[in-house]
């Protein structure tokens, strides 16, 4: 039996937004059936720009859904930062599924309480928009690892870099963010490691800085070194392995990102620069890797081996239809109580700069439901 359309509210309609616009018009279980933005001028100019008759545009969610005569299934709360908490939280009240954009909160705080909502109301999905772990490039990676764990063995350490240059400055809400960077960049690389490897960063030491010459007000750049573990090793350090991480929105001259994988019998390295992704692989010959093959791995666009070829924000909308019709038994593999784990590294880099110590972060989701 098909599926009946599913009814998606975008809350925040900036420039991300027209991102989900995209895909909810591509894949088949999803309209847009409403908007929602605190700019009214914006929701004048919906009937063109958003393809909704401005009977649907509305200034908050409660709006939303009282004059409409159909139920929603989702808000996609693609808001500033600062805003997601409330925004999100306020959808779960309402009864509505969520897709909140990362950062997926302002504080460790607040990121608790999100997942504490979620958790008082299974029958919802929940799920943060880190869809960067299923772009093609980084699901090719992690497919080629799965499928060669008896010649690449364990992962024994990770490298990621990602260096870009912004410029002077970053316009809008942005503008006024502490942690620039890292509370808008970093959240996908740091979410992309724990999927890559299937474990969790339990300590983080890490500097979160901007360099001399830049005229950024908040931080631009970060470097850490993150531990990462299975749950069962959490407090057993000879079980952790390591990665580095320097991303940084400051950068001048060579532009590139990069991720290393390591591993007992190989390696995968992804490298985009000037536009080119590339995933290569290596397989050491001998058990010191001084004699190896390299090969390049054709990219792939099944995530999760999914057989319709969504990435990105379509794989997200296919993990929450799919989790809105088990009434949420199954749940997008971003649902808070996942993500709540990558969002403590960005808060885990603060503390760990702010207090120039080494800082374990099992602490943050303590007595959690996760
Ligand atoms: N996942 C990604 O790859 C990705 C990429 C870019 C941005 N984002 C995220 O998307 C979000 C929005 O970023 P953007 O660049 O689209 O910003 P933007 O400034 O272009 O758009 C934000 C919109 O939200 C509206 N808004 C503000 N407060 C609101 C409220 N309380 N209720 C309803 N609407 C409100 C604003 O009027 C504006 O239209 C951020 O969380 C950002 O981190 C994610």
């Known amino acids: 039996m098909k599926n009946r359309v599913k009814r998606a509210i975008i809350v925040g309609i900036g420039g991300h937004a027209h991102a989900w616009k995209k895909a909810l018009a591509i894949h088949e279980d999803w309209c847009l059936a409403a908007i929602v933005d605190t700019n009214t001028d914006k929701l004048e100019n919906a009937p063109s720009t958003w393809g909704v008759p401005e009977t649907h545009a509305y200034t908050t969610m409660e709006e939303a859904i009282h004059f409409s005569e159909e139920p929603y299934d989702l808000a996609i709360i693609e808001t500033p930062t600062f805003s997601h908490h ?96 890292l509370e808008d960049m970093a959240p996908h690389h740091l979410d992309l490691i724990r999927y890559l490897t299937d474990m969790d960063v339990v300590q983080v030491k890490a500097v979160n800085f901007k360099p001399s010459f830049s005229y950024f007000k908040g931080s631009s750049t970060t470097y850490a070194i993150l531990a990462l573990a299975k749950p069962e090793n959490y407090d ?107 969002f403590a590294i960005t808060q885990g880099i603060i503390e760990s700069y702010e207090t120039n110590k080494a800082v374990f972060l099992p602490k943050y989701w303590k007595n959690l439901p996760i």
Request: proline letters at 2%; a neutral charge; hydrophobic letters at 35%.
């Open 86 to 181: 409330v925004l999100a939280m306020e959808a779960i009240d309402l009864g509505l599924n969520v897709i909140c954009e990362k950062n997926m909160a302002c504080s460790v705080d607040q990121g608790r309480q999100m997942v504490k909502a979620a958790h008082a109301h299974p029958e919802l999905c929940t799920a943060i928009g880190t869809q960067t772990r299923y772009f093609a490039q980084n699901w090719t990676l992690k497919k080629y690892l799965l499928e060669n764990k008896d010649k690449l063995e364990e992962i024994t350490s990770l490298n990621l870099t990602y260096l870009y240059n912004w410029g002077k400055t970053r316009q809008g809400w942005r503008r006024w963010l502490k942690d620039l960077f």
């Open 236 to 342: 057993n350090p000879d079980n952790w392995i390591y990665a580095t991480y320097r991303g940084d929105w400051q950068k001048k001259g060579e532009l590139y990102h990069r991720v290393d994988m390591n591993c007992v019998g190989g390696e995968i390295n992804l490298l985009e620069k000037a536009g080119k992704k590339t995933v290569s692989a290596t397989l050491f010959e001998d058990p010191e890797g001084f004699k190896y093959q390299t090969t390049e791995v054709q990219n792939t666009n099944d995530v999760e081996f999914n057989i319709k070829g969504y990435t990105s924000e379509l794989y997200l909308l296919e993990e929450m239809s799919k989790g809105i019709n088990s009434k949420g038994k199954t749940q997008p593999s971003t649902n808070f109580k996942d993500a709540f784990k990558s």
